[in-house]
């Protein structure tokens, strides 16, 4: 009897051994794929998550789709900017200091701001479009003195960053429905880190 | 200051009353790219605090300086502890590149190879993804 369990004792050890070397070896990285988040019909907000920005670049690819073209209920609602992706500087409130890619669907044409505030004070500029359901490259970079932004192969374009602080807690923005009013139908983005 | 003296004396207390040292060596897969770390850890009993490192083979080049470099505290408490293998909750808190701030949760199953060795395998989140680690911890005190 206790031969047998034993034995079990060993295969079982052999065996998560076995699974965690075929993990853990083999593909040099594990692989990235596209993030799906849904800001569901009636909400502001995506899936919620917390997490933490780990280096001074923020790239991704993101696949914008007709669930992102809306009427507002509001005609001036319309130029409400959507936010995409971004993070908050260093142990600051997103309110605060905080940069992030914008959207909104004005005029037949999906829209990409750099969206940022700076000491409080929120400004957007407009960095171009994007066709949908086409994936397109994003960059923040977070320089010293500046957030730098950039939409595909466009020039990047920079604006003054406020806070002077450089070690603490930077935490991600994930996409969000708003301005005023909230999503009319489900809205579903795509989104791989680079 | 008095932030520093706090912690000195904590940090005396728990040398003081550590029982066994422990030293980890690990190869983390995340999306990031494959990473290698080391950790120096002091227990009592089945509890343990201590130093983690962790670097990417990845170096900067003249377009990215790449740095995900991560240093700080590891925490060890059992889950389920036996003999032939035991369960730990393993938290990271400390910093990547000596700026960013990041708790690193991760779950490690030790297994006895031989005499003062465990094989450590853990599983945890790395980036916000998933991430899984495969490792050699030595132990002068057998537990």
Redesign the interface.
Known sequence: MKTTIKSH?IA??LL??VF??L???C????I?EYQLFVIPKGEHYCNY?V???????LSFMAILDSTMTYTSVEPINQHDINKLYGFSDCNDQHHENSARFGWRWLNDTMEIHAYFYQNGIRSSILLGSVALNEPHFYSINLLPNVYSFQLDDNPPVMVDRMNSC?????Y?LFPYFGGDERAPHDIVIRIK?L | MKIASTLYLVFAFIIGQAQNIELDIQRQKTIGGVEYGANVLIAKGNVAIGYSIQDSKRKATEYSDFNHRFQGMILKLPIRACENLSLFFMPRIGFVAEQFFVVLPELKLYLPLIRNIDLNLGSGIRYGQPSFSLGLSYSPKKR
Do not use: M, R, T, V
């Open positions: 004792i079982l050890k998560i051994i965690f070397i993990l853990s070896a593909e040099e990285n594990l990235n998550k997490e933490a920005l780990q280096e001074n670049e450089d070690k603490g807690f930077y991600k880190e």
